[in-house]
C-alpha cells in the first residue's frame, strides 16, 4: 500500500532555531517536540498513532494470526529450572494468562511437597495491579533467608523503587526509597547497601547503608561520585566475605571493597582510576582474582593478596591473548570458569585449582556443537559447588540449561525451553559466514533460515538483516520462537557482527567508535551487500531491523544507501545526535563522550555531523519505514525519533510509508507485560511481511 492511497499524515509544525557551533548551524524546526508537558506534544503523537493504526488496518488479520502464532510456541505455564542459594531454593514460574513471573521458593528441596511448600516471594502480577507498566529491577535476600530487598519500576523510565519485605511474616516494611540502583545485604542479615541515582543524569552516584529495623531516613552516606562520567554499583563475592563497590565509565573503573561481616567498617580500595584502566574483583583464600586490562586490552587474570592488593603485588595467572577476549571469571573454591571469546564465538574453559592456593590447572573447554550460538554461565550461587551451571541456545536451537560435572566432565541438560505449537528443529539450518568490508576486514554475519523454504536461485528468498554495533556489546545469538512466524514464511534471517560491538573483544569495539564510528556502517552495508551477492536474499527485498544505538544504525545507513533497502524497523532510535550530545542534562549524555567523542570540540563535532541521522536527512527516496519509541524511554528520549519522523515526512520523495508508533505507557524495551509484547512483536511483523511482497 503506498501512501496516496491513505489518509494525509500527520504534520508537526515548524518552529525555527538554531544553535551556532564550531562554524556550523544546527538548524532544528521540531526542538519543541521536546516539550512533554505540551498537550500539543501529545496530540501530535497520538495523531501518528492513529495514522498507523490507519495505514495497518488492512493488516489487522495478519496481525491477529501473528499473535495467536507466536503465543501457540509459547508454554504459558512454566517454571524454570530452581537453583540453590543457601537452605532455599529458588525458582520463577509463569501462569497462563498472566503478564509476570511469579518468584517462588522451597525450604531444602528443589520439589515443593506437604513437607517442603512453595513460598511465593513477589508475584508480579499483583504488584502490577493498576500500573500500565511493571517491571522488577534488582533482587537480593539474606543469608539467613528471612530479608527480601526488592525494587520495582512503574511507568517505564527505568527509575526503580526500593522495598524490604520480611519473608518470615509476609510483611513490607513502609518507608521506600526511590532512584535506587543495585541493592546487597551484609553477612549480619540486617544491613542492607544500595545506590541512588541523582535527579538529572540517571546515574547512580550515592551508596547508603540501611537497617533494616530503621526507617530510610536514618540511613547513611557512605559514598558519593561525583565525577559525571561514572556510575557506581554495590555487590557481593561469591563466597560472601566482602562487599564490592565498583565506579565505572565506559573506559576507566575501580573497586573498593568491605569485609561482608563487619558492615559498619570503611570500604578500602583495591587500585586507584586510571583512565583507559578497567577491572573487577572476586575472592577466594585470601587473594584477589582481577580480571584487568592492563597490560592487555582483551584482558588478563592477575592474583593478589587482600592485604595488599596494589599493582605492585599482581601476579599474572592467565595471560593476554590477542586473539581471545576474557569476558569473565567465575570463581569457586574448586575450580573456576574463563568465559572468553575467541573468533566471535563464546568459550567457557575450566580451570581446576590444585590445593588452597591460587595455582590452577586448565581442565578442558565445554564444546558446543553449532556454528554460530550463545553460551554463558546460569546461577551459580554456591562457592563450594562441584558442579557448574550454564546456559546455551542458538538460531534453532531453544533455550537450555547444563550442569558440567567439573570431576567427571560431562554436561547433563536440566531444562530445555519447551516450544510447543509443532516446532521440529531440524528444519531450520543456521550458518556463519563473513563479509568484506571497504577497508578489507572481514565483518561475521549469522544466519538462520528454514531449509525447506532456502531458494538458491530465483526468485531469491526475503532478506530480513539486523545489527546494532556500539558500546562493546557482542550480538548474541539467542533463540527465539517469535521468529518462527518470518522463517516458516521464507524469510532468512541474518544478525550482522559490525566493528562497534566486542564480538571479536576490545579491539573490535575500538574500531567502531569515536572518530571511526562510520565503520560500523560500512559494515553493515558490506554484509547486505554480501548476503544478496551470496544468493541468500533478494536484493529488491531486503528489510533492516535495529534499536536504540542499532536505531542510530538504521539512520545512518539508509542515509548513505536508501536504495539498498525495502523496509526498516527502528525501535527507539538514537537519531539526533548532535543535539543529544551537546545536551549535557540529559541523561547518560556526559559519560557517553567515552563512546562517540564530546562534540563541544570540534573534531568531534564534525565527525559526529558527517553521520548524524537527524542531521543528514535531505530530499530522497527513503524505504519503507517503522519507526517505534515510547513515552517514558530513560535512555533514547521520545522527541528524538518523533524529531526525525517530523522532519523526514518534508523531505521524502516516495510513496513508501514513514510510520511513527509510540507506546505512551512504557520505556525503552516497550511493553512489560509479555502478551502485550507479543502484540508489538506482532505489528511489526506484519508491517515487514506486507513491504517483502509475503502478504
Not at 444 to 473: E, H, T, W
Not at 532 to 560: F, H, Q, R
Not at 601 to 621: G, I, R, V, W
Request: proline share 6%; hydrophobic share 35%.
Amino acid at each position: 500500500m503506498t501512501e496516496n492511497q491513505l489518509p494525509c499524515p500527520p504534520t508537526a509544525r515548524k518552529q525555527h532555531t538554531e544553535n551556532a557551533l564550531h562554524g556550523s548551524a544546527l538548524k532544528d524546526d521540531y526542538a519543541w517536540l521536546r516539550d512533554k508537558q505540551n498537550p500539543e506534544v501529545t496530540a501530535y503523537l497520538e495523531a501518528e498513532n492513529a495514522y498507523a493504526e490507519a495505514v495497518m488496518a488492512p493488516l489487522n488479520g495478519l496481525r491477529e494470526q501473528l499473535y495467536q502464532e507466536m503465543l501457540s510456541h509459547m508454554k504459558q505455564t512454566d517454571v524454570s529450572v530452581p537453583y540453590r542459594d543457601g537452605n532455599w531454593w529458588y525458582y520463577n514460574r509463569t501462569e497462563e494468562g498472566k503478564q509476570y513471573g511469579i518468584i517462588c521458593r522451597t525450604h531444602g528441596s528443589p520439589n515443593a511437597t506437604e513437607d517442603t511448600p512453595e513460598q511465593v516471594i513477589l508475584d508480579g502480577n499483583l504488584l502490577a495491579e493498576g500500573h500500565p507498566f511493571f517491571s522488577i529491577g534488582g533482587v537480593d535476600i539474606t543469608s539467613d533467608g528471612r530479608w527480601l530487598a526488592y525494587t520495582t519500576d512503574t511507568t517505564g523510565f527505568r527509575q526503580y523503587t526500593l522495598h524490604i519485605k520480611n519473608l518470615a511474616t509476609g510483611e513490607t516494611l513502609p518507608g521506600e526509597v526511590e532512584r535506587t540502583g543495585s541493592i546487597v545485604w551484609a553477612a549480619d542479615n540486617t544491613t542492607l547497601f544500595y545506590t541512588v541515582e541523582d535527579e538529572e543524569q540517571k546515574r547512580q552516584y550515592q551508596l547508603f547503608r540501611h537497617d533494616c529495623i530503621k526507617q530510610p531516613a536514618e540511613d547513611v552516606l557512605v559514598y558519593q561520585e561525583d565525577d559525571e562520567r561514572f556510575n557506581i554499583a554495590a555487590g557481593r563475592t561469591r563466597d560472601g566475605k566482602f562487599i564490592v563497590m565498583e565506579s565505572a565509565s565506559h573506559i576507566t573503573s575501580e573497586s573498593w571493597v568491605l569485609d561482608a561481616g563487619e558492615p559498619q567498617g570503611a570500604f578500602t580500595l583495591i587500585s586507584p582510576r586510571e583512565d583507559e584502566h578497567e577491572y573487577s574483583i572476586d575472592h577466594r583464600n585470601g587473594l584477589w582474582y582481577i580480571r584487568t586490562n592492563y597490560k592487555g586490552r582483551n584482558f588478563r587474570m592477575v592474583t593478589a593478596p587482600v592485604a595488599t592488593p596494589g599493582r605492585e603485588f599482581w601476579t599474572e595467572r592467565i595471560p593476554h591473548r590477542t586473539d581471545v577476549m576474557l569476558e569473565e571469571i567465575d570463581l569457586f573454591a574448586g575450580f573456576f570458569v574463563a568465559c572468553e571469546r575467541e573468533g566471535g564465538l563464546p568459550r567457557l574453559r575450566l580451570w581446576n585449582f590444585d590445593a588452597d592456593g591460587p595455582e590452577a590447572t586448565p581442565t578442558g573447554e565445554i564444546a558446543f556443537p553449532e556454528p554460530a550460538y550463545s553460551a554463558q554461565p546460569h546461577i551459580n550461587r554456591v562457592f563450594e559447588a562441584t558442579t557448574f551451571r550454564y546456559g546455551y541456545q542458538s538460531l534453532v536451537t531453544p533455550s537450555s540449561v547444563f550442569e558440567y560435572d567439573v570431576a567427571s566432565g560431562v554436561s547433563t541438560l536440566l531444562k530445555q525451553l519447551e516450544v510447543p505449537g509443532g516446532f521440529d528443529r531440524t528444519l531450520y539450518k543456521s550458518e556463519r559466514i563473513h563479509a568484506t568490508a571497504p577497508d578489507g576486514v572481514q565483518v561475521p554475519i549469522s544466519i538462520v533460515y528454514r531449509k525447506d523454504k532456502n531458494r538458491a536461485s530465483q526468485p531469491l528468498n526475503p532478506l530480513y538483516v539486523y545489527g546494532y554495533g556500539s558500546y562493546g556489546y557482542s550480538l548474541p545469538l539467542g533463540f527465539s520462537s517469535n521468529r518462527l512466524s518470518l522463517l516458516d514464511r521464507g524469510v532468512v534471517m541474518a544478525y550482522a557482527h559490525i566493528r562497534g560491538g566486542a564480538d571479536l573483544g576490545e579491539p573490535w569495539h575500538d574500531a567502531g567508535k569515536m572518530l571511526v564510528k562510520r565503520n560500523t556502517f560500512t559494515d553493515f552495508i558490506a554484509a547486505v551487500e554480501h548476503l544478496t551477492a551470496a544468493g541468500y536474499g533478494d536484493p529488491a527485498k531486503v528489510a533492516i531491523e535495529g534499536g536504540s544505538a542499532g536505531g542510530l544504525l538504521m539512520g545512518a545507513v539508509v542515509n548513505m544507501r536508501p536504495d539498498l533497502f525495502r523496509a526498516v524497523v527502528s525501535h527507539v532510535p538514537f537519531v539526533d545526535v548532535m543535539n543529544t550530545m551537546l545536551d549535557a542534562t540529559l541523561p547518560l549524555t556526559v559519560p557517553e563522550y567515552e563512546e562517540w567523542g564530546d562534540p563541544n570540540e570540534a573534531e568531534y563535532f564534525h565527525y559526529m555531523l558527517s553521520y548524524s541521522p537527524y542531521d543528514n536527512l535531505k530530499p530522497a527516496s527513503y524505504p519503507a519505514m517503522l519507526v517505534k519509541t515510547s513515552l517514558h524511554d530513560s535512555q533514547v528520549m521520545y522527541w528524538e525519533p518523533a524529531k526525525y519522523v517530523a522532519k523526514l515526512r518534508t523531505l521524502k520523495k516516495d510513496n513508501n510509508p514513514l510510520l511513527l508508533v509510540t507506546n505512551m505507557q512504557a520505556g525503552h524495551g516497550g511493553s512489560s507485560g509479555r502478551y502485550d509484547y507479543l502484540k508489538e512483536i506482532a505489528f511489526d511483523y506484519a508491517f515487514l511481511l506486507r513491504e517483502l511482497g509475503i502478504v
